[in-house]
């Protein structure tokens, strides 16, 4: 994967490089919107034209703008200001900003940008973020620099820059999602891994559909997945090599694997094993495969989750007669149980933030998407439709991925996204029917 990087320019631009790690700028600014467990209304930013500082970065200005806006507004935590509606545009990015004529149409926030194509081919963005009321820049400005194809990646950094700036919060616009792609009538699927930016452009696939794929799951570094196939019959685990395109299957237990989950430090897997009729939680050194057994119950016990520190996991069971949420160490040993509402509570996900477990519930004929405290306290039920399935956290822990399918003989899984609070419900912008969502941290 190609990096990015930042360069310094005088004293306006931060330093920084994204190998091995971005470096955010310091917010300097009054300006800063408060995400809260409610109806929040979206703050107005204007964010005109980038500068093109040359002619062959005419179109790229443009595009590249537009994928910051719709970033940001796509969070339904921002409301851009319609350009027909701004009183003046920005032709110079060094020239002095006109303050009144922003703060004339109400925008609270001011994106100005440049763009630029060097002679090596390289494209360099400029940008800054204004606190149109306080009339000062909220930060340094910062310079991306990197390759045509870059671009979107370029545009992901800025919007992610602004994000977190005004929220305070991490961002998770440069990020992708791993999932299962699916072609074809519902009675004959077929199936095979894809990949894609998290707001579904750039999508590329993995494997071919020769065989059913199952649950993909990026590994913490972004560089890997683990995978469910059963290209030999019945279904194993599988470990795929982003980089080389690589794959291997892991771990040699006899019977049905299935459900494998990275660690977080990325060298263990947990996966179910179905063997004799018992569904039990095993881990695996991935370097050495050594196989840990961690349940024993004469029940299916499925969905295993690490928390962020990796001292606890999360998983699925109906030891107690019916389909729960409960939590145990991560070394296996007695297990508590968390899910106490009306219905069954299935495919559980710790949050990266450590704070909440996202899951599905099933009750009444209907399937929802909910998060609760590590308890069970506080539980919040997102969404709900016929089939509500697999949820996944974004890098910072306040959006989720999941798939929703229609009903009838011709329904198909499509992958939505939704907030913590249960607002800004949509539809990820991907070609295609898919399932079995897994988000990927923010890239390097």
Known sequence: ????????????????????????????????????????????????AF?????????????????????????????????????????????????????????????????????????????????????????????????????????????????????????????????????????????????????????QFLTDDRSLVLAPRFSPDNSRVLYTSYETGVPHVFLLN???????????????????????????????L???GNTDIYSINLASGKQT??????S???????SPDGKQIVFESDRAGSQQIYVMAASGGEARRISFGNGRYGTPVWSPRGDLVAFTMMNKGRFHIGVMRLDGSEERLLTSSFLDEGPTWSPNGRVLMFFRQTRGADGAPSLYSVDISGRNLKRVNVAGFGSDPSWSGLLK
């Open 1 to 48: 994967m190609r990096s990015l990087a930042i360069i310094s320019t005088l004293s306006l631009f931060l330093t920084a490089v994204f190998a091995p790690q971005f470096v955010a700028a310091q917010t300097t600014g009054p300006l800063r919107i408060e995400i809260t467990e409610g109806v929040i209304e979206p703050m107005p930013i204007a964010a005109p």
């Open 51 to 203: 500068v093109a500082e040359n002619t062959a970065a005419q179109q790229l200005a443009d595009d590249l703008a537009q994928v910051v806006v719709s970033d940001l507004v796509g969070s339904g935590i921002f409301r851009a200001i319609p350009r027909k509606a701004q009183i003046s545009g920005i032709s110079n990015f060094d020239a002095p900003i006109q303050f009144s004529d922003w703060k004339a149409i109400n925008a609270q926030a001011l994106i100005t940008g440049s763009v630029s194509v060097r002679l090596s081919g390289k494209i360099a963005v400029k940008f800054r973020l204004f606190d149109v009321f306080a009339q000062t820049a909220l930060g340094e400005g910062l310079q991306f620099v990197g390759t045509r194809a870059d671009w979107r990646r370029m545009a992901h950094k800025v919007a992610d820059s602004v994000y977190s700036r005004l929220t305070g919060e991490k961002s998770y616009f440069d990020s992708r999602v791993v999932f299962v792609s699916e072609t074809g009538p519902k009675n004959a699927r077929l199936k095979r891994l894809a990949m894609m930016d998290y707001d579904g452009a750039n999508l």
């Open 242 to 272: 982003l980089k080389t395109m690589r794959r291997k299957k892991i771990g040699a237990l006899q019977g049905m694997m299935f459900a494998p989950r990275f660690s977080p430090d990325g060298k263990t897997a947990l996966v179910s």
């Open 274 to 276: 179905s063997d004799r």
């Open 293 to 298: 057994r961690l349940t024993s119950s004469p």
């Open 300 to 306: 299916i016990e499925t969905a295993p989750s690490y």
